[in-house]
Nanobody, 122 residues
Framework: QVQLAESGGGLVQPGGSLRLSCAAS????????MGWYRQAPGNQRDLVAR???????NYAGSVKGRFTISRDNAKNTVYLQMNSLKPEDTAVYYC????????????????WGQGTQVTVSS
């Protein structure tokens, strides 16, 4: 199994910054991509940003230019630097990993963290 541990959420004023971290642990064979999704009350869970093990990135249009995703492959950790935060960024942010374990080898699967609350409010 792969476990994801998130940290870094909290309350911040509009225009402020937060940095989320997510560390993967367990019997990891390969993590092809890691990323962040978010879900606000009453909404579906949407992609915020993701990064492949080769460094390719994808961002939601609403966060481009404000958020930056990065990854430390040696530590199986992904980061999300969030700048110029807006009230509409308020949501629970979930870490996601797409990978395989030593038990399943080439069989890829989705793994999710428990989520961390980000609240942008004055």
């Amino acid at each position: 199994q792969v476990q994801l541990a998130e940290s870094g959420g909290g309350l911040v004023q509009p225009g402020g910054s937060l940095r989320l971290s997510c560390a993967a642990s367990g019997s990891i064979f390969r993590i092809a991509s890691m990323g962040w999704y978010r879900q606000a009350p009453g909404n579906q869970r949407d992609l915020v940003a993701r990064i492949s093990d080769g460094g390719s990135t994808n961002y939601a249009g609403s966060v481009k230019g404000r958020f930056t995703i990065s990854r430390d492959n040696a530590k199986n950790t992904v980061y999300l630097q969030m700048n110029s935060l807006k009230p509409e960024d308020t949501a629970v942010y979930y870490c996601h990993a797409y990978g395989s374990t030593w038990k399943t080898l080439g069989l890829m699967d989705d793994y999710w963290g428990q989520g961390t609350q980000v609240t942008v409010s004055s």
